[in-house]
């Protein structure tokens, strides 16, 4: 169960898109369509952005997007606006009742 | 509304035992896998366990297997998280978290505000 890797820090300016990785095995991000994205303000409880890779839940801006290639998965946020700043965190399915997240990445809204 | 609140966290000495638990409600309790999400400060969202909604599945982070063991009642919507042999790395704020499907590995839908454990002596 190694964490799913991710950059540490992203940054961009309003109006820009960015797009944060998440890179996982052959036996979790690889082998199944169960990767969701979640946002962190501090101090609050993660919110949940894209589940099965590229669903948006209900309320979720569409200047959110998901998508997977391989053993990486990726979240692009398009249009970038102020409260997109937050900490996001991958999150795969990783066989036998386990799931593992990826480190996290820093959204730097400049 | 969904609500998840939990409770049990505090300040506890290595090596000791601490139960944690979280009650929900605002939606069919056994309809729902449940799981502890843990957050050292400062670091990472890091997944603890998983349940199904009727026991059949259940799984542990490798960190915490052998020491913790997850629970649930569904008579009284309620999620437990017992933890044995603390140590100081086990020091974070514990989630409970209601996961989409009935049984482990989905995604997590809704989450609560989490209760801190310290583990220090």
């Known amino acids: 169960q190694s964490a799913l890797t991710q950059p540490a820090s992203v940054s961009g300016s309003p109006g820009q898109s960015i797009t944060i990785s998440c890179t996982g095995t052959s036996s979790d991000v690889g082998s199944y369509n169960l990767v969701s994205w979640y946002q962190q303000h501090p101090g609050k409880a993660p919110k949940l952005m894209i589940y099965e890779v590229s669903k948006r839940p209900s309320g979720v801006s569409n200047h959110f997007s998901g998508s997977k290639s391989g053993n990486t998965a990726s979240l692009t946020i398009s249009g970038l606006q102020a409260e997109d700043e937050a900490d996001y965190y991958c999150?795969?399915?990783?066989?036998?009742?386990?799931?593992?997240f990826g480190g996290g990445t820093k959204l730097t809204v400049l | 509304e969904v609500q998840l609140v939990e409770s049990g966290g505090g300040l506890v000495q290595p090596g000791r035992s601490l139960r944690l638990s979280c009650a929900a409600s605002?939606?069919?309790?056994?309809?729902?896998?449940m799981h502890w999400v843990r957050q050292a400060p400062g670091k990472g969202l890091e997944w603890v366990s998983g349940i199904s909604w009727n026991n059949s599945s259940i799984g542990y982070a490798d960190s915490v297997k052998g020491r913790f063991t997850i629970s649930r009642d569904n008579a009284k919507n309620s999620l437990y998280l017992l933890m044995n042999s603390l140590r100081a790395e086990d020091t974070a704020l514990y989630f409970c978290a209601r996961d989409r499907g009935v049984t482990v590995g989905n995604w997590f839908d809704s989450w609560g505000q989490g209760t801190l454990v310290t583990v220090s002596s």
């Open positions: 999150c795969s399915y990783a066989g036998s009742s386990t799931l593992v």
């Open positions: 605002g939606f069919t309790f056994d309809d729902y896998a």
